[in-house]
């Protein structure tokens, strides 16, 4: 393929781990979150906070910022809007971990944390973070694609956050629980209480809640089973679970391994509490509301019928795409998927088959990614801000279609019949066009 590259044959690295900038006034906890991200597979960069001001600052725009100070918490504000100014024109989400009891303003911040905050909770809320920006900043690249290109100006949902928040209670309605959801009612938290296990998976069955509450102050379980059942449910896997527990009787460690997003204690300070619910529940409802905006937009003009974009879109977009992730020295790359049959597979059953792979192919990537059919054997899908090395595993994904999926009758003879998948990942030159890509690999196609 002339106009992209992969790799090994590129002479710019890009690195399959994310880069987080931390901003601490003490190296203590500067060292201490490092270790926790490093763990996880995340670069980190260092900044020390004096008083007056901000050491070691990266020229390179980082992929997320954690701000965390504990002897200048009335300055996390300015620092916060230090940093937006330095990496202007990025969508760089800011997290600002702060003391409990703490009377700042966060608004400037798109996610914040109470202390105390546990390893596995930060390393969580930086991939959520990061997961929500690159989607937001789909979204808006795939209304000005629509806009600009194909004239159709799609809304997107302004009545989304005007109804109340949910979160679910699970539990003995102790006294310490009763609290909790009185106040959250005083803040316009439409609140659902399930006094059982049983009957709790009965409303997260029937019901979507924007958080999930288990009362463990009488022991970890169920709550613990609770929580790692709702990750293994595709449908509840990013619902926020909380426990709420004792001081020295919650094992921090192992509820956070069986999925619980954050810790409550019944003797901490109220309004902490709510915050850390509304924190979370409020996010959850954003990052179920922006994947909803994904599925509606799906406009006839710009769709294939197996339900994946059209060669028109992917090229037009494609420019777009580019255009945006160089500027910040980030790569797209685009994995090519082109199907092969024998020849005992008729034309029919061809267009079948493919019109049902296009569906499958797209189900098997994260909403973000732009998947479309370029020809009529040949699927793509684009990963913005992606480098190569990346996706070994969506590659493994789709090659194992084939195997686990039956898009072919039997032959006459009763043989089974399969598909053949060809894949390749290259990320994209600068300077490339969507337009003179996929003319490249169209003539490439054809040849």
Not at 184 to 189: D, G, H, I
Request: aromatic share 8%; hydrophobic share 40%.
């Amino acid at each position: 393929m002339v106009l992209a590259h992969s790799i090994a044959e590129s002479p710019r690295k890009f690195l399959a781990v994310k880069s987080v900038l931390i901003v601490a006034d003490s190296e203590d906890s500067q060292t201490e979150l490092s270790d926790q991200l490093h763990e996880s597979g995340y670069n980190t960069v260092n900044s020390i906070y004096s008083g007056d001001r901000l050491k070691g600052i990266p020229r390179q725009t980082p992929d997320a910022v954690i701000i965390r100070l504990s002897i200048y918490v009335d300055q996390a504000n300015a620092i916060a809007d230090a940093l937006r100014n330095r990496y202007a024109g990025k969508n760089i989400p800011l997290i600002g971990i702060f003391p409990e009891n703490h009377d700042q303003n966060t608004t400037n911040f798109d996610s914040t944390l109470i202390e105390p905050v546990f390893p596995k909770q930060i390393v969580h809320r930086v991939a959520a973070m990061v997961r929500l920006s690159t989607m937001q900043t789909e979204i808006t690249l795939r209304l000005e694609t629509l806009d600009e290109d194909f004239g159709i100006e799609h809304k997107l949902n302004a009545e989304a956050f005007d109804t109340k928040l949910t979160v679910l209670f699970i539990g003995k309605a102790t006294p310490e629980f009763m609290i909790i959801i009185n106040a959250l009612e005083r803040k316009n938290v439409e609140v659902v209480a399930a006094f059982t296990s049983f009957s709790a998976f009965d409303f997260l069955h029937d019901f979507v809640f924007d958080a999930v509450v288990i009362n463990a102050l009488n022991g970890m379980e169920p709550g613990l089973t609770i929580a790692q059942t709702m990750r293994r449910n595709s449908a509840l896997y990013h619902t926020p679970a909380l426990l709420l527990g004792q001081k020295g009787k919650i094992r921090s460690q192992t509820a956070f391994e069986h999925g619980v997003s954050d810790i409550l204690y019944s003797d901490t300070d109220e309004r902490d509490i709510q915050d850390r619910i509304l924190e979370l529940a409020r996010f959850h409802r954003l990052h179920r509301q922006v994947r909803a905006e994904f599925e509606n937009m799906g406009h006839e003009a710009v769709l294939d019928p197996c339900g994946t974009y059209s060669g028109t879109f992917f090229s037009k977009h494609l420019s777009r795409l580019m255009d945006t992730y160089s500027t910040q020295d980030l790569p797209v790359s685009v994995l090519t998927a082109e199907v092969c049959f024998d020849e005992t597979v008729t034309m029919d059953e061809q267009s079948k088959a493919l019109n049902e792979l296009g569906g499958i192919i797209k189900n098997l990537v994260r909403v973000y990614d732009v998947t479309a059919r370029i020809s009529r054997n040949v699927f793509v899908i684009a990963f913005p801000g992606q480098p190569a090395s990346s996706l070994s595993s969506v590659q493994h994904r789709l090659s194992s279609i084939p195997n686990n999926t039956k898009l072919l009758d039997d032959g006459p003879s009763g043989q089974s019949r399969k598909i053949g998948l060809n894949i390749d990942i290259a990320e994209m030159s600068h300077g490339v066009t969507g337009e003179t890509w996929l003319a490249q690999r169209l003539t490439i196609d054809n040849s």
